[in-house]
């Protein structure tokens, strides 16, 4: 039975392609939030469990990695993400804790569906199987060109890992993916502008954030 009973916490979930500058946010809307005297708790996918980070390294760093299928893939954040609902993020919003999402299943219909070309009626039922009717109140979209992203990236001179090595043309269906998404669920994904100054996108994120505590 799926479970959609209202939580007397906050779920929030930050989503863009590689570059966007999702980890500035969530730091500066951590700080803000704990100021403000909330509990706050941020969690990454893939990971965020002991089960979860070991499938991150499977995912992203492993050399056995190379050899994965798409399909593996998709079940494996699949896997990640079903580990994370039940083992932190259920119980940490029962606490009332405000949690933020350092992606969750919106990543998964946009890598593994639109960019790899999985089906997505396939990705959206498991994703729905995964998340058992725990969904994000609210999901920060940070949209950033594809030239843009690619420039901070490289920028960093750190290796990059089986995703980032990606060519443009896979950020490029990434972003449209998400754009669509947004489109089909304007509610709940709400778009921001990542192009401006760190402390200029902060702003927008924490409006965006009041607007739903109100
Ligand atoms: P990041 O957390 O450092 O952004 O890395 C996670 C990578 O995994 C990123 O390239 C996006 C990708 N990913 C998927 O392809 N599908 C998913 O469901 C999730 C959560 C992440």
Known sequence: ????????GFLLSFEGSEGCGKSTQ???????????GRKVEVLREPGGTE?????????????????????????????????IVRE???????????????RFLDSTSVYQGHARGLPLDAVNA?????IGGTLPQLTLLLDLDVQTAWQRIHATGRELDRMESQPPEFFEKVR????????????????????AAPE????????????KLA
């Open 200 to 211: 200029a996108v902060h702003e927008v994120v924490w409006a965006r954030v009041a607007a």
């Open 26 to 36: 969530i730091r500066l809307l951590r700080e803000r939030l704990e100021q403000s």
């Open 88 to 102: 932190k993020i259920r119980p940490l919003l029962e606490a009332g804790v405000f949690v933020i999402l350092d």
């Open 1 to 8: 039975m799926p479970d959609t009973s209202p939580t007397p």
């Open 126 to 130: 498991i994703n729905r199987f995964a």
């Open 176 to 195: 449209q993916g998400y754009l669509h998404l947004a489109a089909a669920e304007p509610q709940r994904i709400q778009v921001i502008d990542a192009n």
């Open 51 to 83: 089960i979860g980070e070991s499938i991150r390294h499977l995912l992203q760093h492993s050399k056995e990695g190379a050899a994965m299928t798409p399909e593996a893939e998709l079940l494996l954040f699949a896997a990640s993400r079903a580990q």
